[in-house]
């Protein structure tokens, strides 16, 4: 019942409800297997342990901390996301459901649920990481609001970054490294931003406008709108 | 024939200009001033090829013309040639003034981006084994990575002030000694002579590589048997 509401193709079918529906469907397919969130999620606890064993909290002078800190979480979050969010595609690749997906639902439809997928593990991978992060290595953030924003519209970049270049090496060779070569040039300015918006938000200083968020927000709708332009020409290769 | 001598000739010139005809800049120690004449083209070039690229792989998503592809590589290949350039010359220029060959100024990390763009550009040509799918990849990733690059020209001068040199050395600038702009934009013009013989020898090598591609000697074949009946 539940699933026929869904998929249904007789009724109304938007690029909404095909796009959940695929959203659906992957995050189903996660619960049985955990393998994107196990990798995703032990390589980012794995450097957070290796991080904080390392530099504990109280090597870094209290004055460097805002900056230094949100480099090593950014670090942290984006590096971990690169290990784990070209699972989406890669599994329909290996599995062999590429060419069935691409019978059932339209390309932007199909971007859509994937890229919903992916902001789903990243959302979980925040939300883990960065209070462990904040506890582990006591890190003092004066500006909650605009760390929260940071961090949540940061994330959205990130997934939004990623996803059509999970498309692209799901049907290439080499994978796992191609998907960090060639995420991490078009990551860089959203990272570099994310970066600046945590240290601005952690001493408190200028933060009036948040800057930082908004050039976040702007990537990440221009990547969107992008993907949703030029996903169509990868996908029905 | 009379292309190469030419240029060969008008770039002799201009490097002779460089050091004889045309004065140190003030305000800069000793003559590194003159870095201006061989420089600034070439990361004009480098821009210039990266745009071309990227408008070659539009064209090549629309037409799905395998000779603008050609287009697209060669101005990626060559574009990442006058890059290494810039970014040698100018850490040159950076030891020389500023003390240090690297030190991330915003002009230094634009243009490390700006090479790992061209990296996983090839990166990615040579991991897709289907020609077809790798054009369109390829031209798919040229426009993204281009769309990105605002980003960069607005973001990383923010965060930190940079040391390059712009008004002292604008073209636009009154200021700027006549003989040096003279020679500045003849040389301008050489390295984009230059750049342009080098791409179309390059999409000429291109396209006699391509006929020797599987897909082109069958539909040669075909081609061929068609008009024998």
Redesign the interface.
């Known amino acids: 019942m539940r699933r026929g509401r869904w998929i249904t193709r007789t009724g109304q079918s938007t690029y909404l409800n095909e796009a959940l529906a695929i959203w659906l469907r992957d995050l189903r397919g996660e619960f049985r297997t955990r393998y994107a969130v196990n990798a995703i999620l032990m390589f980012a606890v794995t450097t957070l342990i290796a991080v904080s064993f390392s530099i504990g909290s109280f090597r870094i002078a209290e004055a460097e901390k805002p900056f230094l800190y949100s480099v090593l979480l950014w670090i942290i979050l984006v590096f971990s996301a690169l290990s784990g969010l070209s699972r989406s595609f890669v599994k329909e690749e290996e599995a062999g459901t590429m060419d069935v997906l691409k019978l059932s639902a339209r390309p932007q439809a199909v971007f859509l649920g994937k890229l919903f997928f992916n902001l789903t593990l990243l959302g979980a991978l925040e939300i883990i990481i960065v209070p462990s992060f904040i506890l582990m290595m006591n890190y003092k953030i004066k500006h909650p609001g605009l760390f929260t924003a940071m961090i949540i519209t940061g994330g959205f970049g990130l997934g939004a970054g990623t996803s059509i270049v999970a498309a692209m090496i799901a049907q290439a060779s080499a994978r796992g490294a191609l998907f960090s070569v060639l995420s991490f040039p078009l990551l860089l300015p959203l990272m570099i931003t994310a970066i600046k918006g945590c240290e601005r938000a952690a001493d408190g200083m200028n933060t009036a406008g948040w800057p930082e968020v908004r050039i976040a927000v702007a990537y990440t709708v221009i990547m969107i709108i992008m993907s949703l332009f030029l996903f169509p020409l990868i996908w029905e290769e | 024939m009379i292309v190469k001598v030419l240029l060969t000739l008008w770039m002799t010139a201009m490097i002779v200009a460089a050091f004889l005809y045309a004065g140190a800049a003030a305000g800069f120690p000793g003559q590194t001033s003159r870095i201006l004449f061989f420089h600034v083209p070439q990361a004009w070039v480098a821009t210039l090829s990266f745009l071309l690229s990227m408008v070659a792989s539009c064209m090549y998503?629309a037409r799905r013309r395998v000779r603008v592809d050609y287009v697209a590589l060669s101005a990626a290949e060559l574009g990442l040639l006058f890059c290494i350039l810039a970014t040698a010359t100018g850490s040159i220029f950076a030891k020389a003034t500023w003390g240090s060959f690297w030190n991330w100024d915003p002009r230094q990390t634009s243009i490390v981006?700006l090479l790992?763009?061209y990296?996983?550009y090839f990166?990615?040509r040579s991991?897709?084994?289907?020609p077809?799918?790798r054009r369109?990849?390829a031209a798919?990733?040229s426009?993204?990575?281009f769309?990105?690059v605002p980003?960069?020209v607005f973001?990383?001068p923010?965060?930190t002030a940079s040391l390059h040199p712009e008004d002292t050395m604008n073209p636009a600038n009154p200021g700027m000694d006549p003989k040096t702009l003279k020679v500045f934009l003849g040389s301008l013009f050489a390295y984009t002579g230059l750049f342009v013989w080098m791409l179309r020898l390059k999409i000429r090598l291109l396209r006699l590589e391509g006929r020797q591609e599987p897909e082109f000697i069958i539909t040669e074949k075909l081609r061929q048997e068609g008009e024998k009946r």
Not at chain 2, 127 to 130: C, F, G, L, M
Request: a neutral charge; aromatic letters at 10%.
């Open positions: 998503l981006i790992m763009i990296g996983a990166a990615l991991a897709v084994p289907d077809e799918k369109v990849f798919v990733y426009i993204l990575a769309v990105t980003f960069l973001v990383v923010r965060i």
